[in-house]
């Protein structure tokens, strides 16, 4: 599987990412956010967290106009897959590759610990390595993690079964409980949590290896 | 010329920031605040003759998100 982690001004997971998707067996370059073109025959293009562009405006949306995210949106729209991660996931909503909007959090704070997440569907290259329903341990870091959709597309989420994790105590006050939203394709994720930082035991967890594989294997299986 | 930009959360967006102004409001004795909701106000300073539907566009590319932000223009 080829990779390709986008690096911004301010990212700060990208090493982390790199680390996690080699680890899982993929082969991984790094891309400026100047770059206007992704490397050739790339399956996965990973968005990793940070402080994009300083959050200036709003989280995401300087970066999200940034020349390699449009490369990054005819990717998607070609059929390939998209992992955007905290300030990632931020990114992919305002390229409106994924549906919603990121707000402050309702209690103010900055936010960094471990936390439970349930496993909503197993549906989509990204969960098929955890059970239904599970239950898996991954770290958040993010101010502005507060999941805002409609109660229309809200809808439409749980119908199409697109809610890939919910948290299982609320950190945020996200819409649904939302930690992670799949598109239409389900091949586009984007998700508050952080998996890469839950890759060994000694991490305090290692239940984000299990999205990795999957993802990997399946790229790999296509 | 000048383009003043007022961008807020459309109602029915929850503002915790606000709330948490009213709630600081309240602790100094304002009781009579009933509610808050804060914003952001963009400044541009335009080439003269610049068409307002150019502005709309700023707004609709990049400085607002429509999916929780609304705003009100004002060319000086």
């Not at chain 1, 597309?153 to 939302?178: K, M, Q």
């Not at chain 1, 967890?205 to 294997?217: E, M, Y």
């Not at chain 2, 961008?7 to 009781?31: H, I, R, T």
Request: aromatic share 6%; net charge negative; proline share 4%.
């Amino acid at each position: 599987m080829r990779a390709a982690v986008i690096i911004f001004p301010g990212s700060n997971c990208d090493r982390d990412m790199v680390v996690a998707l080699r680890e899982s067996g993929a082969d991984v370059s790094t891309v400026w956010h100047k770059d206007a073109e992704l490397p050739q025959n790339l399956d996965l293009v990973a968005i990793p967290g940070g402080f994009s562009f300083g959050d200036y405006l709003r989280c995401g949306a300087i970066a999200a106009q940034s020349p390699i995210c449009r490369a990054v949106v005819e990717h998607a729209n070609r059929g390939g897959y998209v992992l955007g991660v905290c300030n990632g996931f931020q990114i992919l909503t305002e390229t409106r590759l994924v549906p919603g909007a990121l707000m402050r959090n309702s209690g103010l704070k900055f936010l960094c610990k471990p936390i439970d997440l349930i496993v909503e569907t197993q549906d989509s290259a990204f969960t098929s390595g955890y059970g239904h329903g599970s239950k898996i341990q991954v770290p958040i870091a993010h101010h502005d993690g507060n999941y805002f959709v409609t109660d229309a597309e809200l809808t439409t989420l749980r119908d199409e079964d697109r809610v890939a994790f919910r948290y299982s105590a609320n950190p945020n006050g996200s819409a649904y409980a939302i930690a992670g939203v799949l598109s239409v394709n389900r091949r586009v994720l984007g998700m508050m949590p952080h998996p890469e930082r839950a890759m060994e035991t000694k991490m305090g967890s290692a239940d984000g290896q299990a999205l990795f594989r999957a993802l990997v294997g399946q790229a790999i299986a296509a | 010329m000048k383009a003043i930009i007022t961008v807020m959360l459309k109602n029915g967006v929850l503002d915790p920031q606000g709330e948490a102004v009213k709630s600081a409001l309240s602790v100094l004795g304002f009781s009579e605040v009933n509610g808050v909701r804060q914003g952001k106000v963009i400044e541009l300073d335009l080439a003269n003759g610049t068409d307002e539907l150019q502005v709309n566009e700023m707004c609709s590319r990049l400085l607002v998100n429509s999916v929780i932000e609304c705003y009100t223009l004002e060319i000086m």
